[in-house]
C-alpha cells in the first residue's frame, strides 16, 4: 500500500484524556479515532492489526473443532427473562425499544441467545459435543469507559459455546480451548499468564482467565515465585497454618481509645501489632447482615464470603446501616456481645491470643479478647486476600503479585442456562437432560490494545511480525530524486510479487517526517532508499533493536525473509 493512498493521520502531540500508553499511541500512529466516549472506529493500520489477531484466533479455534457462525447484536428481552439476566445484569446492559414498544438489548454477551439456537435445533446426543463461535462487535455501557480500547462500550469479541452431554465431555473440550487460547496469546506475542478465576455473573464453575502482565491492569494476579501456578488475588486459597501462642489468657478489659478508628491507628496507639487486631466488618449478604472476622493485618477477600454463604450478592454493609444494624461506629465495631447477626471468621482470627477489638462503643476498645471465651464465631473459613510472601497454594515456592489485563476467560457453566432456558436432549435411554455447557470468551479489540502496551518504546509502537500491520516500511528519503524513486517503485513491485506485507512511504515529506512517522507506526523492518540507490544498495533496519544492515538489491528478498523469521 502507497502511503500517499491510505489514511494514517500521525499526531505530533499526545491527546490530554489519553492515559495509558496503548492508547496513547494507537491515537498518535493513527491506529483509531475515538467517535464518543468509549467508543472507536478502527482506521486502516488498525484494521489490518485487528484482523491479523481475528485470523489466529480463527485458526485457533478452527483447529480445536469449533465452528463460526455468527449471532444478532440486537437480542429479544424474552432471552434474558428466561435466563434470569433481564433483571440482575445492571445497568451495563444497553436496552431499548422498538416502534412496537418490544424491550430488546444490545448484545453485551450471547449465552441466552446461543442456548436457544442449540434448543431448538439439537435434540439428540449424538449432534453432542458441539462447539460454536463467532467474532462480533459487543455493548456494554461502561460507568467510566477509561485507558481506550482496554474499557469501551463497544468492542469486539471471539465468544464460543460448547454443547455436551457429560462432564467429562465438558473438561476435554474446556482442555482443549484453554490450550486454544495459550496458543493464541503466544502467537500475538504476549506476556502473560492463565489464571485461576472466579466466575462472577456469569454462573458456572471451574474458571481461568487468560491476563496480559502490565503496570496498567486493573486486576491483580497471585503467582508463584518458582511454579506455574497463578490465580486471580480473589481466587487463590490461602494454606498457611496458624499457630496459637501458649500465652497465659488474660482477663478482657475495655479501654478508652478516643479517635482511634483505624486499624494502624488503634495499633499505633495501644503499641501491639496489627497481627493482634481483630477487624470487623459488617456485610450485606443478600438480605441479611453477616458480620466478618479477619486479622488486623489481613482483608476481607468478598468472593470467598460469597462463595462460603452461597450468596447472590455481597456488599460492605455502609457506615450507616452499621449504626442502625449494631448501634455503633464503622471504627469500633467488634464481636462481642454480638447476637443480632451470624458472625464468621478468617482461620488466622482463631489464632489469636489476648487481642484486641472494638468495643461496639465509640472511642472505646476491648484488650485481652480471646476468640471461644469472649466471643463466639459460628464458622471459621478461608475469609482474606492471600498477600505478597504467603506460600504458595500447589505447595512450591511463594506468592509474589504482578497486575494484569484480562483478554482471554473460559468458564464451565454447567447447566446454568440450559436449564432456565429448557435446553434439553434426549439421551441414549431416550430420556431428555440438559445440556451441560462451557462458555470460551476473548477481547480481540483488547488484545490489540494489550499488545501495544506490551511493545512500545520511547518513539512508538514496536509490533510483533505476526500481527504488525504490514510487515515492511519502503521509504525513499527524496521522491524527487529520480534515482531514488525508481529504485524505491522497483523495490515496492518486486517484494509484493515475493508476497511480502509493505507499506510504502512514497510522500513528498522531508526525511524526518518520514522516520518520525515509521518509528511511530512501528512496523518490523524498515527499508530506507537514500543515497546509494545509484549502487542499488538501500538500508534495513529491525525497528526492534535500531540494528541496520546495508543490502544489496539482489539479496534484499532472502535477506528480508530471513530476517522476519528471526525477530
Known amino acids: 500500500m502507497k502511503q500517499s493512498m491510505t489514511l494514517i493521520p500521525t499526531l505530533r502531540e499526545i491527546p490530554a484524556d489519553a492515559e495509558v500508553k496503548s492508547h496513547q499511541l494507537l491515537l498518535k500512529a493513527g491506529f483509531m479515532r475515538q467517535n464518543a466516549s468509549g467508543v472507536y472506529s478502527f482506521l486502516p493500520l488498525g484494521k489490518r492489526v485487528l484482523q491479523k489477531v481475528e485470523n489466529i484466533v480463527r485458526e485457533e479455534m478452527d483447529g480445536a473443532d469449533a465452528v463460526e457462525l455468527l449471532m444478532p447484536a440486537l437480542q429479544q428481552a424474552e432471552l434474558w427473562q428466561e435466563s434470569g439476566r433481564w433483571y440482575t445484569y445492571g445497568p451495563e446492559l444497553m436496552r431499548l425499544r422498538d416502534r412496537n414498544d418490544r424491550e430488546f438489548a444490545l448484545g453485551a454477551t450471547h449465552e441466552e441467545v446461543i442456548t436457544s439456537l442449540v434448543r431448538d435445533e439439537v ?17 456494554r455501557d461502561e460507568k467510566r469507559p477509561r485507558f481506550g480500547l482496554l474499557r469501551g462500550r463497544e468492542f469486539i469479541m471471539k465468544d464460543a459455546y460448547s454443547f455436551h452431554s457429560s462432564k467429562e465431555s465438558l473438561d476435554e473440550v474446556y482442555k482443549k480451548l484453554f490450550q486454544a487460547y495459550s496458543n493464541v496469546f503466544s502467537r500475538c506475542g504476549l506476556n502473560f499468564r492463565a489464571v485461576i478465576a472466579d466466575s462472577g455473573a456469569m454462573g458456572g464453575k471451574d ?109 460492605l454493609a455502609s457506615a450507616e446501616e452499621t449504626k442502625t444494624v449494631l448501634s455503633c461506629p464503622v471504627g469500633s465495631l467488634g464481636p462481642v456481645s454480638v447476637t443480632e447477626v451470624r458472625i464468621v471468621a478468617d482461620h488466622a482470627v482463631e489464632a489469636v491470643v489476648n487481642g484486641v477489638c472494638g468495643a461496639n462503643e465509640e472511642h472505646y476498645h476491648f484488650i ?101 500491520p504490514y510487515q515492511l516500511h519502503l521509504i525513499a528519503v527524496n521522491m524527487k530524486d529520480e534515482t531514488q524513486a525508481q529504485l524505491a517503485n522497483e523495490l515496492y513491485k518486486e517484494l509484493q510479487g515475493e508476497r511480502f506485507e509493505i507499506l510504502f512511504d512514497d510522500r513528498q515529506e522531508r526525511p524526518g517526517v518520514k522516520f518520525a512517522d515509521s518509528d511511530l507506526i512501528g512496523l518490523p523492518l524498515r527499508i530506507t532508499v537514500g543515497k546509494k540507490a545509484s549502487e542499488g544498495i538501500v538500508e534495513v533496519k529491525v525497528r526492534k533493536t535500531g540494528e541496520v544492515t546495508e543490502v544489496n538489491r539482489s539479496e534484499l528478498a532472502g535477506t528480508l525473509a530471513s530476517m522476519l523469521k528471526s525477530i
Open 368 to 468: 485481652n479478647v480471646n476468640p471461644g471465651r469472649d466471643f463466639n464465631v459460628e464458622q471459621y473459613a478461608d475469609l482474606r486476600f492471600i498477600k505478597e510472601g504467603d506460600p504458595s497454594p500447589d505447595g512450591s515456592g511463594t506468592i509474589v503479585f504482578a497486575k494484569g489485563i484480562e483478554v482471554g476467560h473460559v468458564f464451565k457453566l454447567g447447566t446454568r442456562y440450559s436449564e432456565a432456558m429448557n435446553a434439553t436432549y434426549l439421551d441414549e435411554n431416550g430420556k431428555s437432560q440438559p445440556m451441560i455447557m462451557g462458555c470460551y470468551g476473548i477481547g480481540v479489540s483488547r488484545t490489540v490494545a494489550a499488545v501495544a502496551e506490551q511493545y512500545n518504546d520511547e518513539n512508538g509502537l514496536v509490533w510483533p511480525a505476526n500481527i504488525a
Open 123 to 139: 435434540k439428540s446426543y449424538k449432534k453432542l459435543p458441539l462447539t460454536l463461535y463467532q467474532i462480533q462487535t459487543k455493548f
Open 207 to 315: 474458571t481461568h482467565e487468560f491476563m496480559v502482565l502490565s503496570d496498567i491492569g486493573e486486576d491483580t494476579i497471585a503467582y508463584s515465585d518458582t511454579s506455574n501456578y497463578a490465580a486471580n488475588i480473589e481466587m487463590a486459597p490461602i494454606v498457611m497454618e496458624y499457630k496459637r501462642s501458649s500465652e497465659a489468657l488474660k482477663e478482657m478489659d475495655k479501654v478508652k481509645t478516643e479517635n482511634q478508628k483505624t486499624i494502624e491507628e488503634v495499633a499505633g496507639f495501644l503499641e501491639v501489632s496489627h497481627e493482634n487486631l481483630i477487624k470487623s466488618l459488617l456485610f450485606k449478604v443478600d438480605d441479611q447482615y453477616v458480620l466478618v472476622l479477619v486479622r488486623g493485618d489481613h482483608e476481607v477477600n468478598d468472593v470467598k464470603l460469597k462463595n462460603l454463604l452461597e450468596a447472590g450478592s455481597v456488599e
